[in-house]
Each structure stands twice: as C-alpha cells, then as structure tokens.
C-alpha cells in the first residue's frame, strides 16, 4: 500500500493530495488505504509509455504473444488470491468472482493468440484497378495510449483493453477506480515477473483529478474508457480537442423481451441473472422487463416470489452461508446512496411495487431485488439507469410493438429475447438497435465476439477482433511500377 502506483517498470508511493480508501461493500469497513498519484506522476507515467513505445511497436508479433501468454498463465496462477479480493472489494459472491478472473485470462490468451498471427497479416497486397501501381497494408501500433476502467467488473474491464493493446504493439497508462484500486495491481507484479520492458504498462491511480489529467494529456494518442455517460462526455470532450480516436463503453437501460410462448421458470431464470447478477451493477443489466400479455399475469406474481428468494448476503469466506450467496451488497456507499435515492422516486411516482422497494436493514450496502410493474414510459425509473438491482416491467400485445418499446431509449447496449418460437426470436434480434443480443440465454459474453453499444452506450468496440482493430492504425504503401 506505500507503493501503489507502477511507472517506467517501478512501483512508486502516490504523490497527490488525495487518500483512498479500500472499503469491504459487505461490512461497510475500509481494509486499506492508499495515496493517489499526482498529476505530475500522470506525466511521468506517459513519458514512460512514449520512450517504451518506439521498441515495444517494433518487437516481433511471437514476442508479444509471449507476455500475453505469461500474463494469462500468471492471474491463473493468482485465482484464488484475486478471487477473495474481488469479493472483498466488490462484494461479489464466489461464483461471480470465479467468472471474472476467469474470463480475464481467457481474454490474454485469446489476444496472445491473435498477435501470434499478425505477422501474417502485414504488407498483404491490394488488387488495384489501376494499372502501373501496386500496393500493400500494413496494420500498426496506434501509439501510447490512455486506459480508464470502473469499479463494477475489475480486472475483466481492464484485460479488454490491456491485452489487444499490447497484441497491437501499443504501450499503455492505465487509471483503475478509486473504489477497487488493488486488484489491477497485480497486473504490474506480472510484469515484473515476465521482465516486460520498462513503461510498456504503467498504472496510476487516483479520483477524477487523475482521470482527468490522463485523458487531457497531450501525448496520449488513443483514449479507451469503461463508465458513465457523464465522465464518458468529458472524456470524450478531451479526445476532441487533440482530434485523437476514442472508444467508449457507457451506460445502458437494455430491455429483455418475454413472448406468450416461453416457459415461464425459463423466463425467469433469463430475467433474474440479467438484473441481479453484480446486484445488478452492470452496463448492460436487462432492467426494462416487456412481456407479452398472454403470459404476464403467469410470470409477474411467481417472478416476484422468486426475487423476493434471492440470497443476498455477506459472500466472505468467514460467513458459514457464502457458498448459498445468490447475490452481494452494492459495492459503494455512494451506489447504495444512489440506488436508495430511485427507490424514493418509486414511491413518490407511486409505482407499482411486488417485490423489494428498499434497501436492507443491515451492516453493509444491500438492497433487496426490485420489481416495479406497468411502469409508465415517462417514469424516471424506467428511462434512467439506476446501476442496481430494480426491474421495472411493462406489458405488450404484438411483436411491432414490443420492438418499439425496446428501441425507443437513448441507450442501445443490449437486450434479451426470450421465445420458443426461433424464427421470432432472430427477426426480433435482427430489429433491436443494440450492440448485443442474447436469444434464451443469461448474459453469456465470449471473448471471440464483440462488445459495444449503439446510441448513447458508447463508441466502438471490445474483443473479438475488432478490439484489437481498436488499438490498430491502417498503412498503404503504394508504388509506382514504372
């Protein structure tokens, strides 16, 4: 904790004015603190980055495959230390955690396999209609560039962009949350385990003055941010004013669409895991319930018994129930301030409340599962996203119209469809303005596919390729032949 920050290959103890402070969600008690970096340390860490860049740019594909495999054989190494830190930082229950540290390995080896073959993929030829010339691609580094990630999926955020950076030849400055400042950290102790050149990875954290500085660098030649629409707009504004690219990943308030035709404990399965996983502090948590009229006076009633049978509790390993957690606290006071706060508007809009409506009277930041129904479209509750685990439901009668009720927000991350009926499901799919839908299925999200929104929910897109054609910049070399 005296050395938290990591710059040019060495850990350093923060030099800002602000302190941080580790809070366990589940007992509302910090565990840790640490000092932030100072803007000055902000300059160091991008000049690190700028004279690594030149070596790490032009080192061999096979070489950076090499660290990427180091990197997901070393936090597969780490599972069950970082495990227990996500859960004692975030609050999340042990089967949630698995998943995240999981998924940030995959997410290494997948890139490292990737930048295995990019030396296949450069000075390919371009058929020219034109005769006397040719010409040929080269894919290359985009440069230095500025990582921004949250506090809701720690470590798995910041492996989306850390890993196709470093395919692509990029060096990095990463910024984690000043809520989970610790579990990225670990990403330095690797590479100092790997011998990763000096400055390739340099992490510095702090609160919005930290943030702030990276975006507004002027060395910074790509920008990736992970949050709010609010912060995303600022930083947004920063990439504007250098013109550099930017990727954003932000907010969502996704529908899941429920036909007559679904089994009903299916259904709720699917709605559940979309709005209580995370306690429901996800981007793309499915809070706007639409179902169909034939089967909602079915699937209300028995959906609210099952919310109201969510195991929300204490996920630590000293708790005799962690293994029966179905869901953790909110992983801030101020979320738990947040979520409390639409709660209120619940009652003040006097919606239609069957299950949960509040937050939980005991030690810790928990809120009990929500369910408001026949939410009206102009309430704040069903337009704005809340972060937590509310779900307000309305009715439809056609497909066309449940499709209009789906689209019509300012955000456009995801959505579910849930139909025995196939073809259905995929016409439906095929009309949602989204970057992502699942058709009967929890929110399972591959590495191999991409990750990004339409509308309000962001810029680009993670994984797959096309997150490492994020952090890649496109040459053509033309000659004459004459």
């Not at 030099?15 to 803007?39: C, H, K, M, N, Y």
């Not at 599972?79 to 290494?108: C, S, W, Y």
């Not at 000075?123 to 034109?130: D, T, Y």
Request: proline share 5%; charged share 20%.
């Amino acid at each position: 904790m005296n050395t938290p920050h990591y710059i040019a290959g060495r850990w350093a103890a923060g030099e800002g004015t602000e302190i941080l402070s580790v809070v366990d969600p589940a007992l509302a008690q910090p565990f840790a603190e640490l000092r932030a970096a100072s803007t000055a340390q902000v300059d160091q860490a991008v000049a690190a980055a700028r004279q690594a860049l030149p070596a790490w740019k032009s080192s061999a594909p096979a070489e950076r495959a090499r660290y990427l495999s180091g990197f997901a054989a070393a936090i597969g190494g780490r599972r069950d230390a970082l495990i227990e830190l996500q859960m004692r930082n975030n609050g999340k229950p042990r089967h949630e955690a698995e998943v995240d540290i999981d998924d940030a390995v995959a997410t290494f080896a997948y890139y490292a396999d990737l930048a295995a073959g990019l030396a296949d993929q450069q000075n390919r030829p371009v058929a020219l209609a034109a005769p006397g010339f040719s010409s040929h691609t080269r894919l290359e580094a985009i440069g230095v560039v500025g990582l921004i990630v949250p506090w809701n999926f720690p470590l798995v955020t910041s492996a989306w962009k850390i890993a196709p950076a470093l395919a692509a030849g990029c060096t990095l400055v990463l910024k984690p949350s000043e809520v989970t400042p610790l579990i990225e950290l670990a990403y330095g102790q690797i590479a100092d385990e790997l011998g990763l050149p000096a400055g390739v990875l340099n992490i510095v954290g702090g609160k919005a003055e930290v943030g702030a500085a990276l975006s507004a660098h002027p060395q910074i030649d790509k920008l990736s941010f992970t949050g709010s629409n609010a912060v995303g707009s600022r930083v947004m504004h920063s990439a504007a004013e250098h013109c550099r690219p930017v990727t954003l990943e932000l907010g969502g308030k996704s529908a899941i669409i429920v036909f007559d035709e679904c089994d009903v404990d299916q259904a709720i399965e699917w709605i559940i895991a979309g709005i209580c996983w995370n306690a429901g502090q996800m981007c793309s948590a499915t809070s706007r319930l639409l179902i169909q009229n034939g089967i909602a006076d079915t699937l209300l009633p028995r959906l609210a018994d099952a919310l109201n049978a969510v195991r929300v509790g204490n996920p630590h390993v000293g708790n005799p129930l962690n293994e029966e957690i179905d869901m953790g606290p909110l992983s801030s006071e101020a979320q738990w301030h947040k979520v409390g706060d639409y709660l209120a508007i619940g009652q003040q809009e006097q919606l239609n409340c069957l299950a949960g409506g509040q937050p939980l009277a005991r030690q810790g930041w928990f809120v009990a599962p929500t369910l408001y129904a026949d939410v009206p479209t102009d309430s704040r509750l069903w337009n704005e996203e809340i972060f937590g685990p509310v779900l307000c439901a309305r009715r439809f009668d056609s497909e066309a119209q449940a499709i209009d009720l789906a689209n019509d927000s300012r955000f456009g991350l995801v959505a579910t469809v849930a139909s025995a009926d196939l073809q259905r499901a995929e016409r439906v799919a095929a009309a949602l303005e989204v970057g992502h839908v699942w058709i009967n299925s929890v929110q399972a999200v591959f590495v191999e596919t991409s990750w990004g929104g339409t509308k309000g929910s962001g810029i680009g897109r993670e994984l797959g390729p096309w997150g490492l054609a994020a952090y890649q910049s496109v040459k053509h070399v033309t000659r004459c032949l004459g």
